[in-house]
């Protein structure tokens, strides 16, 4: 019998569900914390997703080569694994987006340069998620490549671990 992991992102959290049946392996239960949240399967701690053939204006990697694109993917999941998940260091944070914003050029926003050098100064990433919030994807006056790195910013703090284990089939929809 199987143990899914899924995480909420809404409230930052890993559950454990138990599958007394493989049918149910490809259904995603509600969250135990609020139903109303939405539930992701976990997979791995970090994976590289192939971007579309078709680019567009927004992309900021457009125009890059698919196998330098790899080796910066690669190279960043590298950088990624050194990160402390338990205690992050705004330094490294700050050493791995400025690897992205490198290769991004002039596409770069003006704010996102600003984030990262004042996370490789050792500022609170949390503190600079507060103050660059309003700029992502979505937001007026936002920016999806500013959207991604917030992403990112919140990723490197762990998500907390619920200790119970959930039966799968009590929490299908």
Request: aromatic residues 6%; proline residues 8%.
């Amino acid at each position: 019998m199987p143990i899914y992991e899924f995480y909420c992102p809404q409230n930052h959290k890993i559950y454990q569900f138990l599958a007394r049946s493989l049918a149910d392996r490809d259904r995603v239960p509600r969250c135990p914390d609020n139903p109303s949240f939405t539930l992701e399967k976990r997979v791995s701690r970090f994976a590289v997703i192939g971007r579309a053939k078709e680019e567009s204006d927004n992309d900021p990697l457009a125009g890059i080569d698919d196998a330098r694109l790899e080796g910066l993917m690669s190279e960043m999941e590298g950088e990624m694994g050194k990160i402390d998940n338990d205690n992050p260091d705004p330094r490294q944070l700050g050493h791995f987006m400025r690897k992205l914003t490198d290769v991004m050029g002039d596409k770069t926003p003006l704010e996102l340069r600003e984030v990262v050098k004042r996370l490789e100064a050792g500022e609170d990433p949390e503190n600079l998620e507060s103050e660059f919030g309003a700029l992502e994807e979505g937001a007026e006056g936002g920016d999806p490549i500013f959207g991604q790195v917030r992403k990112i910013i919140h990723a490197a703090r762990p998500p907390e671990r619920d200790p119970r284990l959930y039966e799968l089939r009590d929490w299908l929809a």
